[in-house]
């Protein structure tokens, strides 16, 4: 059973999580300084986050987007949930093909610092939001 039963629920915490990373500069510092733009696709359900390493502070955008990134990821998100809850390795997804990359895939390691930062706080909001971890 998948572990959002909607993309409402998925956007639902992303958008927790990305308010909070947001309101700490220090936590998008890096992501900030690679001036990227990065759209991420998640599958089952059908999910979309753009975001915005060009503005002061970041922007994350949930649902789908007009305009080009720079950088895009497809995942489905129960792997996502898994690489964020550190039952499976964002660095194993990529190599074994299971997370696509279109655009400059050395990029693509640019956002290993972000997506520490997501981890750190991803199982607390998901508490929050009523899931059991």
């Known amino acids: 059973m998948a572990v959002f039963a909607s993309s409402d629920d998925f956007y639902a915490v ?4 990305f308010d909070r990373l947001i309101a700490d500069p220090a936590a998008t510092k890096d992501f900030q300084s690679r001036k990227m733009i990065v759209r991420i696709k998640g599958t089952d359900p059908e999910v979309e986050l ?3 390493g ?3 502070p970041i ?3 949930m649902g789908p987007q007009p305009g080009k990134a720079d950088l ?10 898994r690489i964020l809850t550190d039952q499976e390795s964002l660095r194993a997804a990529f ?5 696509k990359v279109t655009g400059n895939v050395f990029r693509a390691m640019q956002l290993a610092d972000l997506f520490r930062k997501i981890e750190a706080i991803y199982p607390q909001v998901m508490q929050e939001q009523g899931y059991v971890i």
């Open 50 to 52: 753009l975001l915005n």
């Open 54 to 56: 060009k503005t002061n």
């Open 14 to 17: 992303m958008q927790v999580i």
């Open 59 to 61: 922007q994350a955008s």
């Open 95 to 99: 190599m074994d093909g299971r997370m």
């Open 72 to 81: 895009g990821l497809l995942i489905s998100v129960d792997l996502l949930h």
